[in-house]
């Protein structure tokens, strides 16, 4: 394409070329489908090969409640975190622990179990407990070396540190 369309597009129409050869990859970006095999399970994936591979194992041992729970999780994990999943290391985890602890609306609504603000603590640790259950089965497939949730932090760990948060 001449420099002179390529122009033209940028600043006429906004519209940037990229090049044949030249491509970008795009940030993994989840986006929580359901949808019924040839056999009439359901299905549900959110767009990254791991994930989805995981989701699979998920519905062929769980009911589906469980899967769409797990699903629903690691789609606000990966919103959250923003990484390509392979890519996620313990300051991640920590983050999206703290980000979880924030507040959701205007600050002025809290929990009527202990008046705080920002999720429970029972949610947080159901959404830890399907992070380190994808982990573990990234570890097992070999597609990471560790799991990056920090091993205190994992639900029904010895000395969990979320063990002390009220519920």
């Known amino acids: 394409m001449s420099t002179a369309v390529t122009e033209f597009c940028h600043e006429r129409i906004g519209i940037h070329y990229i090049p044949p ?8 970006s989840p986006v929580l489908d359901r949808f019924e095999d040839g056999a009439g399970r359901e299905l549900i994936r959110l767009g990254h090969p791991a994930v989805d591979a995981y989701l699979e194992l998920v519905a062929a041992r769980a009911r589906p409640s469980t899967l769409l729970a797990q699903a629903y999780d690691l789609k606000v994990f990966f919103s959250v975190v923003d990484v390509d ?5 313990g300051s991640d985890v920590l983050a999206f622990i703290t980000a979880q602890r924030q507040p959701r609306v205007a600050g002025n609504v809290v ?8 999720l429970s603590a029972r949610t947080i640790k ?14 097992v497939r070999g597609d990471v070396a560790a799991n990056p949730v920090p091993a205190g932090w994992r639900p029904g760990a010895a000395g969990n540190a979320l063990s002390g948060v009220s519920r």
């Open 21 to 28: 050869g030249e491509m970008f990859e795009t940030p993994f």
């Open 85 to 89: 999943p392979v890519e996620v290391v």
């Open 111 to 118: 929990r009527i179990e202990d008046g705080e603000q920002g």
């Open 126 to 139: 159901r959404r830890l407990a399907t992070v380190t259950g994808f982990y573990d089965y990234l570890v």
